[in-house]
């Protein structure tokens, strides 16, 4: 009895050991101690023994009973954590889960794609103070003292100097030419990209604060036609499209003579009707030009303001609001959007 004792407590030991599931498990646990199990068979007999018998397999039989239970618990616990352990199994052939990543503001991107085609022009890119004196912002590039331009109404005045300058946060980028021209000697031509402010109310085309790009070329013989070339080619790059450029008089302080620019229009081509009807194109209202900024041959007092000689040189400058080409390109309805902060508006770029 002894070694049936033996042979059962072996092979519940092997079938633990081999048990690789929880179920299998309890299977094991019922076939080597359930009420049929072999040994369950061996404890009935002992009834029949002898009490010297019963005193040397009594022990026996409780130790391999023991024995057997210890190793159901130690491999229970094996396979919870085995379990436990696929739970936190990585396929790493899995396809990621997505970072949120940012995107260029609509703004910027334009911003960088005009650097780009006019620095392709050879133009170089100047920079100036958004916080800048009347001087520079006014007076220098021929504003009179009494142009409404200069009101309250229309500019936010800020503090003045110490030395008693009036100072505005810049109404233009033109405010920037003098200061570039200080410093350098035409031939030149730059662009001047950059943040302006008017005290105006908003609506949908018009905001407190936006950007506007500024082309200044000087030289001994610059003319309206350099102006129209280089105006028909950046367009032209900008919307990948043949471009047209045409120009109406108009007056600008710093220019004479001075005009306002349209382009043909993105939408129809010029045509100003919709390619499947005849019907009005709704983005030029059916003239097919669309108004995009003033331009005009730099006026002389500007160049005297820079201490150039007057009639020395001849220049054209040009201006536009970022935000409208923006607009246009992108099909944007309302300028607003664009400081809004609604990331909603962001992420479709
Ligand atoms: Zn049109």
Redesign the pocket.
Known sequence: MMQDITQAKEAALAAIAAADSADALAEVRVRYLGKKSPFTAILKQMKDLSPDERRAVGPAANEAKTAIQEALAAQQEAIDAAHDADAEWVDVTAPGTPVARGSLHPLTRVQRDIEEIFTAMGFAIADGPEVETEFYNFDAVNVPTDHPARDMQDTFWVQTTPAGERQVLRTHTTSVQVRYMQQHTPPFRIIIPGRVFRQEATDSTHDHTFHQFEALVVGDDVSVAHFLDIAQKFFSAFFHADIKVRLRPSYFPFVEPGFEFDIS?????????NSEDTA???????????EVGGAGMVHQNVFVAAGYERDRYQGFAWGFGLERLAMMKYKIDDIRHFHSGDVRVIRQF
Do not use: D, H, Q, V
């Open positions: 229009c993105t939408k129809c081509g010029g045509s100003g009707r009005a194109c709704g983005a030029c209202k059916g003239n097919g030009y669309l």
